[in-house]
């Protein structure tokens, strides 16, 4: 199963991109291919950007504790797990003594999905770069 990691920081607090990454409806303002969110139990669908007769149930879990968010497609069985940490966190990494929050995401691609893996790898950084902007503006 091809898998990718990818980091950002932010110089916004924590609990400012948290709100962002909690809440799906939220996600048309920074994750690049997705245009409109509904929200559902235990999840959301996804209508990616072009393809509005194209709804993408996903599984949506939280855990504060793991200051985590994971996410997986119902329809392609791509997987995505979000973490944040304060910046300079020894685990997450980032710079230390700078305030701002680390922002990680591990990516697990099905083989049956390989062919998609430059362009998510290209999506889900974009995607990192528009959510820790968008934070500092919150």
């Known amino acids: 199963m091809p898998t ?32 409109t969110v509904e929200r559902g139990d235990g999840g959301f669908t996804m209508y990616p950007e072009g393809y509005p007769d194209f709804p993408m149930p996903q599984t949506f879990e939280t855990d504060r504790d793991d200051r985590g968010v994971r996410i997986s497609c119902l329809v392609s069985d791509l997987r995505y797990t979000w973490r944040l940490a304060p910046a300079g966190d020894p685990i997450l990494g980032g710079p230390t003594g700078a305030g701002g929050t680390r922002i990680t995401v591990d990516v697990e691609i099905p083989e049956s999905e390989a062919h998609r893996l430059e362009g998510q790898r290209e999506a889900v950084h974009a995607s990192l770069q528009r959510l820790a902007a968008l934070a500092v503006s919150a």
């Open 4 to 35: 990718f990691h990818d980091a950002a920081d932010s110089p916004a607090p924590p609990e400012e991109v948290w709100k962002l990454l909690y809440d799906p409806s939220r996600f048309p303002d920074w994750w690049v291919g997705v245009e």
